[in-house]
């Protein structure tokens, strides 16, 4: 049997590269190498006791049945009151979608927004799956690219010049993965008034990172008058609240919006796991000091790193302000070598390292920007000094 019975949807979906690097990763310490995986996006906290125990109590209580598509109607009211107290946002529950994490919520828009050769706009750098997942529902890419001289924060003429006849939305996140790189109120507010020009474009914003933004200044876009009705914000619990594994996202929109990607939900999984709809509600209505507490404990790492990355020639970094990537340019090691291995590319690069010295990177080749590597600092301080130590001494064999 052969590959000629999958579909040409699949075959032109590309693998998900930090998906691949932990695959790597696991491989090679099953040959008893000692690999520190810098590769996954997500936090090395446990979920806190009071969220655990929030789902402890609700499948004793009996909530294991399916759920409206849309969500319990004590999270999507929670979830209303959170957008409101902390993001200035008027969506009413009915205007809310709760998804098997934020993932789903962009696939479900892509989904319902999308006719083939419909444009999105995509910020380069930009999450992998965005890409991927535009393409998987017949759209077609079109990206704005800024490097790290830039703080990889494209321009709104950048942005003005993508928009075409096509174009059905505009896609970004703040704080950013893979960049960490948070947008002001002042950048917004200039591409919400790009926007705000073209009758017929949305903005769907993603804002999973929003609660590991270390300026203290979280904006969202939606919040401008001019494109409030024509703003999607999406966000989820893995990241602020480390409930990766819950698989619980949401986003709110307008109606019309939110009904039609209730409807494509209603077809593909249904209503998110009951009992973590009620742990979703509880988080958000409770104590936020375990999530600041990881945040400040993302800003000590980051420091760590960004010092130590500073001291190794070749390397230039921006100074991210949120989520827990560092995303450095290495392209003065193109065309470098070792005697046996040359370094063409990123992809080169993150190879290169993952055999010689064990550490796991995702090359930014996956994220549109092919001179750059993704490090998450989501690890221990004492992984994150062994790793770059390694990567350093390694690095200094490239002449």
């Not at 190498?33 to 655990?52: A, M, N, Q, R, W």
């Not at 979280?218 to 893995?238: E, L, Y």
Request: hydrophobic share 40%.
């Amino acid at each position: 049997m052969t590959n000629n019975l999958l579909s040409d949807r699949v075959l032109n979906l590309a693998e998900s590269e930090t998906l691949k690097m932990a695959r790597m990763a696991r491989e090679l310490r099953a040959l008893g190498h000692d690999v520190i995986s810098l590769s996954l996006g997500e936090p090395d906290f446990d979920t806190p006791d009071h969220i655990k125990e929030a789902a402890y109590q609700a499948l004793k209580e009996g909530y294991t049945k399916y759920t409206p598509v849309a969500g319990l109607a004590e999270l999507t009211k929670a979830i209303s009151e959170k957008f409101k107290r902390d993001n200035n946002l008027d969506y009413r529950p009915e205007q809310i979608v709760v998804s098997n994490g934020a993932k789903q919520t962009i696939y479900n828009l892509c989904q319902a927004l999308l006719n083939p050769g419909d444009e999105v706009v995509l910020f380069a750098p930009y999450w992998v799956s965005y890409y991927e997942i535009v393409k998987l529902s017949g759209g077609i890419p079109v990206c704005v690219y800024a490097g790290v001289e830039h703080d990889f924060k494209p321009t709104p003429e950048q942005l003005d010049n993508a928009i075409g006849n096509r174009t059905k939305f505009v896609l970004f996140s703040s704080p950013c993965n893979p960049t960490g790189t948070v947008f002001t109120k002042e950048e917004l507010e200039a591409y919400a008034n790009v926007v705000a020009r073209y009758d017929n474009v949305l903005i769907v914003s993603d804002e999973i990172y929003e609660y590991i933004n270390f300026t203290h200044q979280h904006i969202s876009i939606g919040a401008f008058p001019n494109v409030k009705d024509r703003t999607i914000t999406v966000n989820g619990f893995a990241k602020g609240f480390s409930m990766t594994g819950w698989r619980l996202g949401y986003m709110g929109a307008p109606k019309y919006i939110a009904d039609a990607c209730a409807k494509i939900q209603g077809q593909v999984t249904s209503g998110a796991a009951s009992f973590t709809q009620k742990a979703g509600a509880v988080a958000l209505m409770s104590d936020m000091q375990p999530t600041e507490l990881m945040r400040e404990a993302f800003r000590e790492r980051r420091d760590i790193v960004i010092s130590m990355l500073e001291e190794i020639p070749g390397i230039k970094t921006n100074h991210p302000d949120g989520a827990f990537y560092i995303f450095p340019d290495i392209s003065s090691f193109f065309g470098k070598t070792d005697g046996q291995t040359t370094i063409h590319n990123a992809d080169d690069f993150c190879d290169y390292v993952m055999s010689t010295c064990y550490v796991g990177l995702v090359s930014g080749s996956a994220f549109g920007d092919p001179n750059c590597f993704r490090l998450s600092y989501a690890a221990s301080e004492e992984q994150l000094r062994e790793a770059v130590s390694r990567l350093k001494e390694v690095l200094s064999r490239l002449k």
